[in-house]
């Protein structure tokens, strides 16, 4: 209880300060969609390489959203589906581990740093956690207790991780690998029911590529990613280094944007003790290959923490590091594996072992607290990005100084401006413009700015548009609320070397 309650406290601790970035908000304009309009998503959002993602990603959201547009509604969704992650996978590893094997998992689980900052948020993986959770215990009833409906369950929930992110596909390895053990008790009645149950999920992404506009687009291309002109494959160990980077605190130092530096040097004494994440997962891969506690146990848990590695080895498109976030479950099960070993081996081991647990998880814990604590003294725009309280406060402040029948008009570039868009409410007529280079008139709207720093913040003031609200954020900028200009905003002449119109790349689309 002690180390769930550790895990669940540090994800509930500051929810003004979890992450909602662009696609947090752009899931929210699809629940939008099905609230105001009635389109129900039958697919998600568009990735990074332009095809549609499953649609359970905008479904659970609305489970917050469908009642009210207020950003901490959809935070609310984010941090119950990270402690149902917590719970789930302590549970899991308590039923098959022993109690000190639920123990070690759940320390791990619920300190280590980027499982930390995904299940105190609502990006598209932390729906993964608890379902995959829940699916490794279905595999191990088939493959340890032989009990042939498990196979039916697993596939079930393998179905709904795949409507979340395409990666998870990567464990139908570990649902073979589980049949075998029990295959002398599998008919084709099991075999077709797990077909049926695992395809359920996926029928309204189904329907949607069907449709004739569509035709396969999204499948294609995906399939594409491991071959074809596009994307030519290749082997390489990205998969290892990403899982050892998930698995510590490496990488963290980005999430300070321009104040990397400053949060590196905090952090400087902490990276070294988080390596001892992904050296206790290997331990206890170790012991889970050799067969302890049993083989079915040891190799079913084992296979589930290499799947995806082995899976993705070769692989067209890039390994994005956060592609792994679905080996959360499988290294904190096998932190379970080595605790429940050594729980049963010499002293010494006993106290070696739970010792570098929870020194890692210290370590993981506090690097968690110094980012919090940086959120309230830099400017993470650039990387971790503006807190939801913030980007809240700007919402509503703007939101309550339109007119009626008026619009808000947020001076960002398009992609960053979704999220204010998703602060002010998508009831309220929005939309962005890029105040690096200039300002549209309307005498009926209200001007909401990411910052006081921009062109666009000067043309409005000389223009007369009387300051109605400010949001002062960490690192000396603000957001700014301008009413209507008295006149026409002047030409915004754009200037290099201004900070933020930088960071937008904004000359890339203003020419030279």
């Not at 300190?111 to 990006?123: I, K």
């Not at 084709?188 to 999920?201: M, N, R, T």
């Not at 004494?269 to 290997?282: D, K, T, V």
Request: with cysteine; charged share 10%; hydrophobic share 50%.
């Amino acid at each position: 209880m002690a180390a769930l309650a550790i895990g669940v406290g540090l994800r509930l601790w500051r929810p003004d300060l979890a992450q909602v970035n662009f696609d947090e908000s752009n899931v929210g304009s699809l629940v939008a969609a099905l609230k105001y309009e009635g389109a129900l998503p039958l697919a998600g959002t568009v990735s990074s390489y332009g095809f549609r993602a499953g649609p359970a990603w905008p479904w659970f959201a609305a489970l917050g959203l469908q009642w009210t547009d207020d950003p901490f509604a959809l935070v609310a969704v984010g941090l119950l589906a990270g402690i149902a992650g917590l719970a789930a996978t302590w549970w899991v590893a308590r039923r098959w581990l022993g109690a000190w094997g639920g123990v070690a998992a759940a320390l791990a689980h619920g300190t280590t740093f980027w499982c930390l900052l995904l299940e105190r948020g609502v990006w598209q993986p932390v729906f993964l956690q608890a379902p995959m959770a829940l699916c490794l215990d279905a595999l191990l009833r088939l493959g340890v207790n032989r009990r042939p409906w498990a196979l039916a369950v697993a596939c079930g929930w393998l179905g709904v991780l795949t409507s979340v992110h395409y990666t998870s596909v990567a464990f139908a390895l570990v649902v073979l690998i589980a049949a075998s053990f029990a295959r002398d008790v599998l008919r084709p009645i099991h075999l077709f029911a797990a077909v049926l149950v695992g395809a359920l999920p996926l029928l309204p992404f189904l329907v949607y590529e069907v449709n004739p506009s569509v035709r396969f687009h999204d499948v294609v291309a995906l399939l594409s990613m491991s071959g074809g002109a596009a994307y030519t494959p290749r082997f390489d160990f990205d998969t290892i280094s990403s899982t050892i980077q998930i698995d510590s605190t490496l990488g963290a130092a980005g999430l300070g944007g321009h104040s990397g530096a400053d949060i590196a040097a905090q952090l400087g004494r902490w990276n070294e003790l988080s390596l001892l994440g992904p050296i206790l997962a290997a331990g206890g891969l170790l012991v889970g290959l050799l067969g302890y506690p049993s083989r079915p146990v040891g190799w079913i848990i084992a296979a589930w923490l290499l799947a995806p590695i082995v899976a993705y080895l070769r692989h067209g498109a890039p390994i994005i590091f956060h592609y792994m976030f679905i080996e959360f479950v499988g290294l904190s099960v096998c932190v379970g594996l080595l605790g429940s070993w050594a729980a049963a081996s010499f002293r010494w081991i006993r106290l070696g072992t739970f010792g570098a647990i929870g020194i890692c998880a210290a370590a993981n814990a506090l690097s968690m607290l110094i980012l919090l604590h940086g959120l309230d003294s830099f400017d993470f725009s650039a990387g971790y990005g503006v807190p939801v309280g913030l980007s809240r406060a700007a919402g509503i402040a703007a939101r309550d100084a339109v007119p009626a029948g008026g619009v808000v008009l947020i001076g960002d570039d398009p992609h960053s401006g979704e999220v204010l868009r998703f602060a002010v409410g998508y009831a309220t007529p929005s939309r962005t413009f890029e105040d690096c280079l200039g300002v549209p008139y309307e005498a009926n709207a209200v001007y909401l700015l990411t910052s006081k720093l921009t062109p666009g913040a000067q043309a409005l003031e000389a223009a007369g548009a009387p300051l109605l609200a400010r949001v002062p954020r960490a690192g000396g900028d603000e957001y700014r609320v301008y009413g209507p200009p008295s006149t026409q905003p002047g030409v915004v002449a754009p200037v290099k070397g201004n900070q933020v119109c930088d960071d937008r790349a904004v000359w890339d689309a203003s020419g030279p």
